[in-house]
């Protein structure tokens, strides 16, 4: 190594001892595990494992909360319930996911990602099995509970995870990997129509009862495969690691999953992130800079739940209303409409977030969705071949403005919008405020669809409008920003 003659025989010194081996990164602070995560973003092996296997968890959540669409009327008839204690039965995992992503939030930025993730992946196993052995409703409603706790706490976390082991720009930035939970929950969506479909097929029908059981026990499959291969793949955020002070774990954590020799120099500055982790986050949330970006990401998420579980939860029944069809063609027609347009939405999302940004499809998104909700009010009870063809075109036009709008972006605004020492309290506080508005938009559609018929599509389509108004009045564009950065 060349010694600068320039330098005092002390700054020599001094030089030496805080340069870097040959090839070899240094870290002097959390802001450069920072910038190497940025650079590097999710290529090596590990760290691409790290995001698939969050994007695991997010399956998990869409798949645990739509497990039960097709199974609650064999529920009702078993267990003899009332309609309140169907209802008990139904809305008790959305009750659980709003106490789980308060509780998550906290928690995630508290005690790091790693250890809530691993925790929640059991919350799954233990409930599905519970679930699936159920000998009463309230056994099954306590197991739908835990199981909702699983669900609320998982989505903080794993959009930690998302956003902080990928890069900052370009194809698979942070925005992109954000956004993938997007396509990753309708896939979940149509393997539990498959599982249903299959379960119809094999099951003879002096055992139709077992459907249920079924559905709601294979849950535990893909939670068991995620604990298996925790060991080998999963690490804790870098970035998280760093902000805690412990540069030393953050590079060993660098060394695993991308490749990346980092040694940490001993002029280095280890102190925690200026931000400690506390309750009193959740108000930072609405203090300052972030006061707007929480207020246009909780209006966009409030707007998207109500506006999709009322048309997307309700799709066999609209189906059905439409066609008068079978249940096994209502299945097949929601199964073909969710992966045809929801699921391709969130890949195209996936693909373009990138180069055009979040804001623009978020945009394009609610538009197409307003219009398809008010022409569904326009064409009212269909008449006629044309007019069914035409509902079905219209569903499929919200779905797919859905998948790479609203539907991809909510998370990457609730996730881009803080830093890594509030991101657990803000994705907590948006799903929080999201599950709220969700087991609102169950509970109201059902009411609101038999008093207004049809037109309960003018009523839902001022979901899509609120959400396209927030975004024109905060232009916040979260993706390709270094949100990080503000930590340091």
Same mark, same amino acid.
């Given at each position: 190594?060349?010694?600068?003659?320039?330098?005092?025989?002390?700054?020599?010194?001094?030089?030496?001892?805080?340069?870097?081996?040959?090839?070899?990164?240094?870290?002097?602070?959390?802001?450069?595990?920072?910038?190497?995560?940025?650079?590097?973003?999710?290529?090596?092996?590990?760290?691409?494992?790290?995001?698939?296997?969050?994007?695991?968890?997010?399956?998990?959540?869409?798949?645990?909360?739509?497990?039960?669409?097709?199974?609650?009327?064999?529920?009702?008839?078993?267990?003899?319930?009332?309609?309140?204690?169907?209802?008990?039965?139904?809305?008790?995992?959305?009750?659980?996911?709003?106490?789980?992503?308060?509780?998550?939030?906290?928690?995630?930025?508290?005690?790091?990602?790693?250890?809530?993730?691993?925790?929640?992946?059991?919350?799954?196993?233990?409930?599905?099995?519970?679930?699936?052995?159920?000998?009463?409703?309230?056994? !099954?409603?306590?197991?739908?509970?835990?199981?909702?706790?699983?669900?609320?706490?998982?989505?903080?976390?794993?959009?930690?995870?998302?956003?902080?082991?990928?890069?900052?720009?370009?194809?698979?930035?942070?925005?992109?990997?954000?956004?993938?939970?997007?396509?990753?929950?309708?896939?979940?969506?149509?393997?539990?129509?498959? !599982?249903?479909?299959?379960?119809?097929?094999?099951?003879?029908?002096?055992?139709?009862?077992?459907?249920?059981?079924?559905?709601?026990?294979?849950?535990?499959?893909?939670?068991?495969?995620?604990?298996?291969?925790?060991?080998?793949?999963?690490?804790?955020?870098?970035?998280?690691?760093?902000?805690?002070?412990?540069?030393?774990?953050?590079?060993?954590?660098?060394?695993?999953?991308?490749?990346?020799? +980092?040694?940490?120099?001993?002029?280095?500055?280890?102190?925690?992130?200026?931000?400690?982790?506390?309750?009193?986050?959740?108000?930072?949330?609405?203090?300052?800079?972030?006061?707007?970006?929480?207020?246009?990401?909780?209006?966009?998420?409030? +707007?998207?739940?109500?506006?999709?579980?009322?048309?997307?939860?309700?799709?066999?029944?609209?189906?059905?209303?439409? !066609?008068?069809?079978?249940?096994?063609?209502?299945?097949?027609?929601?199964?073909?409409?969710?992966?045809?347009?929801?699921?391709?939405?969130?890949?195209?999302?996936?693909?373009?977030?990138?180069?055009?940004?979040?804001?623009?499809?978020?945009?394009?998104?609610?538009?197409?969705?307003?219009?398809?909700?008010?022409?569904?009010?326009?064409?009212?009870?269909?008449?006629?071949?044309?007019?069914?063809?035409?509902?079905?075109?219209? !569903? +499929?036009?919200?779905?797919?403005?859905?998948?790479?709008?609203?539907?991809?972006?909510?998370?990457?605004?609730?996730?881009?919008?803080?830093?890594?020492?509030?991101?657990?309290?803000?994705?907590?506080?948006?799903?929080?405020?999201?599950?709220?508005?969700?087991?609102?938009?169950?509970?109201?559609?059902?009411?609101?669809?038999?008093?207004?018929?049809?037109?309960?599509?003018?009523?839902?389509?001022?979901?899509?409008?609120?959400?396209?108004?927030?975004?024109?009045?905060?232009?916040?564009?979260?993706?390709?920003?270094?949100?990080?950065?503000?930590?340091?």
């Amino acid at each position: 190594m060349s010694v600068d003659l320039t330098l005092s025989p002390a700054e020599a010194q001094q030089a030496a001892a805080t340069a870097a081996p040959p090839n070899k990164a240094v870290i002097r602070s959390a802001a450069d595990v920072s910038q190497l995560v940025n650079q590097g973003g999710a290529q090596a092996s590990n760290a691409r494992m790290v995001v698939a296997i969050a994007l695991g968890g997010v399956f998990l959540d869409a798949y645990d909360l739509g497990a039960l669409a097709f199974g609650l009327e064999d529920v009702t008839r078993e267990f003899n319930l009332t309609p309140a204690g169907t209802g008990m039965v139904a809305s008790a995992i959305t009750f659980g996911a709003i106490v789980g992503a308060f509780l998550g939030g906290y928690f995630t930025d508290r005690i790091g990602r790693y250890r809530v993730f691993m925790a929640d992946m059991l919350f799954f196993v233990v409930a599905a099995i519970a679930c699936a052995l159920a000998p009463n409703e309230y056994v !099954l409603a306590g197991a739908r509970f835990v199981m909702g706790l699983g669900v609320g706490i998982d989505l903080p976390v794993a959009m930690a995870f998302l956003a902080e082991f990928s890069k900052l720009q370009g194809r698979g930035n942070k925005a992109s990997r954000v956004a993938m939970w997007c396509p990753t929950w309708y896939a979940a969506i149509c393997v539990s129509y498959l !599982l249903v479909l299959l379960c119809y097929a094999v099951l003879p029908e002096s055992h139709s009862g077992l459907l249920w059981r079924i559905i709601l026990g294979f849950g535990a499959v893909p939670a068991l495969v995620i604990i298996a291969v925790r060991s080998k793949y999963m690490s804790e955020s870098p970035v998280w690691a760093a902000n805690q002070g412990d540069l030393e774990g953050a590079a060993r954590i660098l060394k695993r999953s991308y490749g990346i020799d +980092a040694v940490v120099a001993p002029d280095a500055v280890a102190k925690p992130a200026k931000r400690a982790a506390s309750w009193g986050n959740y108000a930072v949330l609405l203090q300052g800079v972030y006061r707007s970006r929480t207020v246009l990401a909780t209006t966009m998420s409030i +707007a998207s739940s109500f506006a999709y579980n009322a048309v997307a939860f309700g799709l066999p029944v609209i189906i059905a209303s439409f !066609l008068a069809q079978t249940m096994l063609n209502t299945i097949l027609i929601s199964l073909a409409l969710n992966l045809l347009f929801a699921f391709v939405g969130g890949l195209i999302g996936v693909r373009l977030v990138p180069r055009v940004g979040a804001w623009k499809l978020t945009v394009v998104g609610y538009a197409f969705q307003l219009a398809a909700l008010v022409g569904l009010a326009l064409v009212g009870k269909p008449d006629g071949v044309s007019e069914v063809v035409a509902a079905i075109a219209l !569903l +499929a036009v919200f779905l797919l403005g859905q998948g790479f709008g609203p539907g991809a972006h909510t998370m990457t605004y609730a996730s881009l919008s803080y830093p890594t020492s509030l991101r657990g309290v803000g994705v907590g506080f948006n799903q929080t405020l999201m599950r709220a508005s969700s087991t609102l938009s169950l509970f109201l559609f059902p009411v609101l669809a038999a008093a207004l018929s049809t037109k309960v599509f003018w009523v839902i389509a001022l979901a899509p409008l609120a959400g396209l108004l927030a975004l024109l009045a905060i232009r916040w564009e979260p993706a390709n920003y270094d949100v990080d950065a503000e930590d340091f």
